[in-house]
């Protein structure tokens, strides 16, 4: 089955240490997202990135960064420089083209505790 | 710019009742609309979608949409809750130009009472 896989589902750090979250996935889709959730705040765009080797940042880039060597993979690092890491992470891809390249294909997320 | 703002950070249904989560939007260009739903701890998934064309939209688990260009709205319905249908809803907005991004509004979360 296609799909998008994060890894792990959830993840403990000390503060002060960088963490990278697994994202994956099979559908063939260009383009890549991550989301941060907050209790009570929606979704905020972290990075994107819409073709492999190219991404831009989103609303709340700040503290993290990302890569895209691959079409299928779109790692993320919360820094150390990031203040409040604890949060929900939610990867997305999107189709290039076309009309249905506007629906967003979520993986099941990953909760990140940095105590 | 666009924005979305749902009515209600939690709404309470009792089991069998009508449910009606609202989402109304702005857009400077034509927008395409979605509804999606949460359970704990899981990711996303599409309910239903507005792109073109009829403007009251089907989804899955028995959830329908309306879209009233007048009103700026996308309100979700379903005829009787389900126990099952407990989860946290989002309205979001992209737009047809692709010059933005989609905007997701803050999330309605939904209890159904025995």
């Known amino acids: 089955d296609g799909g998008i896989t994060q890894s792990p589902k959830y993840l403990f750090r000390k503060e002060g240490q960088n963490v990278t979250l697994s994202c994956e996935q099979n559908l063939n889709h260009d383009a890549m997202y991550w989301y941060r959730q907050d209790p009570g705040q929606g979704l905020r765009l972290i990075y994107y990135?819409?073709?492999?080797?190219?991404?831009q940042k989103g609303d709340i880039a700040e503290g993290y960064s990302v890569s895209r060597e691959k079409k299928e993979s779109f790692p993320l690092t919360v820094t150390s420089a990031q203040k409040n890491p604890t949060a929900f992470y939610l990867c997305a891809s999107t189709p290039g083209s076309g009309q249905n390249s506007y629906e967003q294909y979520f993986g099941p997320g990953t909760r990140l505790t940095v105590t | 710019a666009q924005s979305v703002t749902q009515l209600g950070s939690h709404v309470s249904v009792s089991e069998g009742a009508l449910v009606l989560l609202r989402c109304n939007y702005s857009s400077s260009v034509p927008p395409y609309l979605f509804w999606y739903v949460q359970y704990p701890n899981q990711g996303l998934q599409l309910l239903l979608k507005y792109t073109t064309g009829a403007t009251l939209v089907k989804g899955i688990n028995g959830f329908e949409a309306e879209f009233k260009k007048s009103e700026t709205s996308f309100h979700l319905t379903k005829p009787s809750a389900h126990m099952s249908d407990a989860a946290e809803y989002f309205c979001a907005v992209s737009p047809m130009n692709r010059d933005d991004k989609i905007i997701f509004g803050k999330g309605t979360r939904l209890h159904i009472l025995p």
């Open positions: 990135s819409q073709i492999v080797n190219d991404f």
